[in-house]
């Protein structure tokens, strides 16, 4: 499975936040957070990734959106509503 840190790293090379993301975080463990775990509140996907940048938040739940086929507004409102 591929990590969050490594995909970013590969893809964003000139952004030097993405080199603080989690190294053990995985998409699907993403996922799982975002769309199935009710007792979880929005701002806790910053302490999963390991940093607190929505600029690297957005380009994630892009690649969530491409990865799992599911509309980045789906995703997007399902952590907005978190909160």
Same mark, same amino acid.
């Given at each position: 499975?591929? #990590?969050?840190?490594?995909?970013?790293?590969? =893809?964003? *090379?000139? %952004? *030097?936040? &993405?080199?603080?993301? %989690?190294?053990?975080?995985?998409? !699907?463990?993403?996922?799982?957070?975002?769309?199935? %775990?009710? =007792?979880?509140?929005? !701002?806790?996907?910053?302490?999963?990734? &390991?940093?607190? !940048?929505?600029?690297?938040?957005?380009?994630?739940?892009?690649?969530?959106?491409?990865?799992? &086929?599911?509309?980045?507004?789906?995703?997007? #409102?399902?952590?907005? #509503?978190?909160?």
């Amino acid at each position: 499975m591929e #990590n969050i840190h490594d995909w970013y790293v590969a =893809n964003y *090379p000139d %952004d *030097p936040m &993405g080199r603080r993301l %989690d190294t053990t975080v995985t998409f !699907d463990q993403l996922m799982t957070y975002i769309i199935t %775990d009710e =007792n979880s509140y929005s !701002d806790e996907l910053y302490i999963i990734l &390991g940093v607190e !940048d929505s600029v690297i938040r957005e380009r994630v739940f892009q690649e969530l959106s491409d990865r799992y &086929g599911i509309s980045y507004a789906t995703i997007y #409102n399902e952590w907005l #509503n978190k909160l």
